[in-house]
């Protein structure tokens, strides 16, 4: 492994990127556990919350190898400005069309995600990416059938579908915020680029939508949640994490 | 009324404890499929259960996290269960003299006492 | 997780075996004595049917209420480890639920009904789970020794004559195993943690021993009700007897970490080698079972809330070329 000094900031700032949305957004998805629509849509659903939040205790891993403190304090003790997280995973869990709309958004860019990283110069990274292929592969799966039956199933799945569509949409663009170190990350073969990872992904699910008879709006149209990946949250991520950290912060050196 | 739940869920999803169930309907449910399992590859599928699902598709996702979450497997297969053809267990005498067909029982072939008597005989 | 299915001692023994055709029923019973398994369309009386569909969906809807106790720290779980856990745990009962509700199905009652019945307050759960779990140790106490409790019932169950829920109950108990470990391992952190985690485990500890013993259900004196429901498999051990096999595995264990059980009466009888305590109050228990818990109200809407919520999903996909059948399990 050849990477510069400069490459190893910028591995950082893009492992913290990853790690925060799989953390927050399986925090997010995990709420469903006991109260989904129906007992094995819940139980599936868990999982994948599950799987998210496991992934991004392996991100925290690697990043703790790299110098920074263990993953329990990573996750539970920064604040939101701390966080690089988008918008899109931040959001409170809404109706079960939210949520199933952003697991669809959110999934198929992390399969393209980490198929990208697979072939990642940072092998810790790429280690990471190989072994995860397969939850990653029945999370989009599970998306992408979902979304295909629910689209045009009935007049109400559809209003409900378009509708959480377009309220995702934005956000999901801000997945792909760029980040400061883009072009470090691409010269040393680490990772190919927000750009490059959004167009394959908007190439990817525009015909499933289409197909299950959504209508994706026209991307000029429409301004990215951005911000989220330098520290600038929505009001919903702070509540959260005090939520998520108050039994922790009880006593932040005791064991649990 | 208002319900104040320890679970910071329940508050957030404002749940009106008065408001009246409406039942679910007659059949406002999905169809079942059966669900077999293959651990490793080389051996047989086994029914592991049931799941309730609008299609064969989901059956799968469904399936695949309902008894496939732990453990190992390699394969997953869903039948609907209204296409299952089953014996009755009231038949279940037409197994019953399976295991006597004396025939078919390879402990039944006992040829050693005559290949030694057969010797005995080619010596004298 | 499950305690026992609560037969109402008030209710008048049902007519067990009366209109029943005596030769089948000889045959029944002949095959259950054999330690042979009866199957969801095999010939069975109807009070078997019936006291197993109670008994089975009372399991079941204990498992998928008694997700929203633990669920209530799902949010909070202090790091990756018991966050992990804690959901794939709560994730487990939900799986639990869908099992049960399986196994009943192959009796002839369909799951929605089953859960109109829940709903309505017409059938019952698991009465421990309309207790709230107010701190993060209420969760670990509920994953021991609710855990532990569910399992004594529930290896004693597996043993019962319905194939279905035979079989469902073997794959629960093997889960069940992972809750308890997780529960004890919990419960240990706690208690041998900061004096601050200490307390809150004692503190949970002490709320939850009442619920407890009241799990098993009271003791149930033996009428030609149980005696039947015994010969026939469906009741597998009684009441108090689960009662002190529980007692017996698990106070040795809270013991010898410290804690204190809110019971000056509970010791083992050395001559007797059963297990004293304090009578339970079963007048609060059967408040509790008749919809005046610290709980109730709440278990009940949420779960309401929820059906009501995922309709929409159901709905949309239903069709009328796939129409619903029992299904084999």
Not at chain 1, 164 to 171: D, H, R, S, V, Y
Not at chain 2, 12 to 38: C, G, N, Y
Not at chain 2, 94 to 115: C, L, Q
Request: proline share 5%.
């Amino acid at each position: 492994m050849n990477i510069s000094e400069k490459g190893f900031f910028a591995i950082k700032e893009m492992l913290y990127k990853i790690a925060d949305d799989q953390l927050i957004l399986g925090h997010r998805n995990s709420e469903w556990t006991g109260l989904g629509p129906v007992l094995e849509e819940d139980i599936a659903f868990s999982s994948m919350a599950q799987d998210k939040i496991g992934h991004s205790l392996a991100m925290y891993e690697i990043l703790s190898q790299m110098g920074e403190s263990d993953p329990d304090t990573i996750a539970f003790m920064r604040n939101d400005d701390q966080f690089h997280c988008c918008h899109l995973v931040e959001y409170p869990i809404g109706e079960y069309e939210f949520s199933l709309m952003r697991h669809f958004f959110f999934d198929m860019a992390e399969a393209i995600r980490f198929e990208m990283l697979a072939n990642s110069t940072f092998e810790p990274l790429a280690m990471v990416a190989r072994k995860i292929k397969g939850e990653i592969k029945y999370h989009t799966m599970h998306a992408q059938i979902w979304i295909n039956q629910l689209g045009a199933a009935t007049e109400e799945s559809n209003l409900r579908m378009q509708k959480a569509l377009n309220e995702t949409f934005p956000l999901a663009l801000g997945i792909f915020e760029p980040g400061t170190h883009e072009e470090i990350l691409a010269e040393e073969g680490i990772f190919e680029g927000e750009k490059a990872l959004q167009d394959k992904w908007l190439q990817l699910v525009t015909p499933i939508l289409e197909k299950a008879g959504l209508q994706v709006p026209s991307i000029s149209s429409i301004t990215p949640s951005y911000g989220g990946r330098f520290g600038s949250h929505t009001p919903h991520l702070q509540p959260m994490l005090e939520e998520m950290t108050e039994v922790f912060r009880i006593d932040p050196s005791a064991e649990w | 009324m208002k319900i104040n739940s320890i679970d910071p869920r329940v508050n957030r999803s404002k749940i009106d404890p008065e408001k009246k169930f409406e039942e679910a309907k007659e059949l406002d449910q999905w169809q079942t499929f059966e669900v077999f399992q293959q651990i490793k590859r080389g051996m047989h599928h086994q029914h592991v259960g049931c799941v309730h699902a609008p299609s064969p598709e989901i059956a799968f996702l469904f399936a695949k996290e309902q008894y496939a979450r732990r453990g190992q497997c390699v394969n997953i297969w869903v039948v609907k269960s209204s296409d299952v053809f089953a014996t009755e267990y009231e038949d279940a005498d037409i197994f019953d003299s399976a295991p006597e067909k004396f025939h078919r029982d390879p402990s039944t072939y006992k040829v050693m006492d005559r290949i030694q008597a057969f010797k005995e005989r080619q010596k004298s | 997780m499950y305690g026992n299915a609560y037969i109402d001692p008030s209710l008048a023994p049902n007519k067990l075996t009366q209109d029943e055709d005596p030769i089948k029923l000889a045959e029944f019973e002949a095959r259950i004595a054999a330690g042979d398994k009866i199957e969801p369309k095999d010939w069975m009386p109807t009070e078997y049917r019936k006291q197993l569909i109670r008994m089975i969906e009372q399991h079941a809807h204990s498992e998928i209420i008694g997700s929203l106790p633990e669920g209530t720290w799902i949010t909070r779980a202090p790091g990756f480890r018991r966050k992990l856990a804690l959901i794939a745990k709560v994730q487990d009962e939900v799986g639990h639920a869908q099992l049960l509700y399986s196994a009943a199905e192959t009796l002839g009652k369909p799951r929605e009904e089953m859960i109109n019945d829940l709903i309505s307050g017409k059938s019952k759960y698991s009465n421990v789970f309309n207790y709230p779990a107010i701190t993060w140790a209420d969760t670990a106490v509920i994953a021991w020794l609710i855990d532990a409790g569910a399992i004594v019932n529930q290896l004693a169950n597996s043993k019962g004559s319905y194939g279905p829920y035979v079989r469902a109950l073997d794959r629960i108990c093997a889960e069940e195993s992972f809750h308890l470990k997780y529960g004890h391992d919990n419960v240990v952190y706690l208690a041998t943690g900061t004096p601050k985690q200490r307390q809150m485990v004692q503190e949970a500890l002490t709320r939850w021993w009442p619920p407890i013993m009241h799990f098993f259900g009271p003791s149930d004196k033996i009428s030609v009700h149980t005696e039947t429901l015994m010969k026939w498999k469906v009741k597998m051990a009684s009441n108090d007897d689960m009662r002190q096999t529980f007692l017996n595995m698990y106070v040795p264990k809270i013991w010898d970490l410290g804690l204190v059980l809110p019971d000056p009466n509970l010791k083992k009888n050395t001559e007797t080698g059963l297990w004293e305590y304090t009578e339970p109050d079963w007048e609060e228990f059967k408040r509790v079972i008749n919809g005046d818990g610290p709980c109730n109200a709440e278990r009940l809407a949420v779960r309401r809330q929820a059906e009501e919520k995922g309709r929409w999903v159901r709905q949309a996909l239903l069709s009328k070329d796939s129409r619903y059948v029992t299904p084999l399990v």
